[in-house]
């Protein structure tokens, strides 16, 4: 098993900062690729952000590529993703997941564990 607990969320004006953090822990956590999600009120939950076992490989979905940076360190179990410039759009519901294997995927469906969520509002 894994458990995972993001932080980092909170209430934040357009333009802002948030540093989200995932923290893992149980077993071999650092043999897991995270990806990070959003859920919007209303709307599916869809990918933000994912990077690989290793850290050398990171994906980005379009809506916040270039104003998002995921990373990792492994030495610590945390995965984190630095938002800039956040927008209104970018109210949501983040989770974190882990995936078995080097990879991150888009798809939810390859995420065996999930977090339980921070909350993000951005003000206009």
């Known amino acids: 098993q894994v458990q995972l607990v993001e932080s980092g969320g909170g209430l934040v004006q357009a333009g802002a900062s948030l540093r989200l953090s995932c923290a893992a822990s149980?077993?071999?956590?650092?043999?897991?690729?995270i990806g990070w999600f959003r859920q919007a009120p209303g709307k599916e939950r869809e990918f933000a952000a994912g990077?690989?076992?290793?850290?050398?490989?990171?994906l980005y979905a379009n809506s916040v590529k270039g104003r998002a940076t995921i990373s990792r360190d492994n030495a610590k179990n945390t995965v984190y993703l630095q938002m800039n410039s956040l927008k209104p759009e970018d109210t949501a519901v983040y989770y974190c997941?882990?995936?078995?294997?080097?990879?991150?995927?888009?798809?939810?469906?390859?995420?065996?564990?999930w977090g339980r969520g921070t909350q993000v509002t951005v003000s206009s």
């Open positions: 997941a882990a995936a078995p294997g080097e990879a991150a995927w888009e798809d939810n469906k390859w995420y065996n564990y």
């Open positions: 149980g077993r071999t956590t650092n043999i897991y690729a």
């Open positions: 990077i690989s076992r290793s850290g050398r490989t990171t």
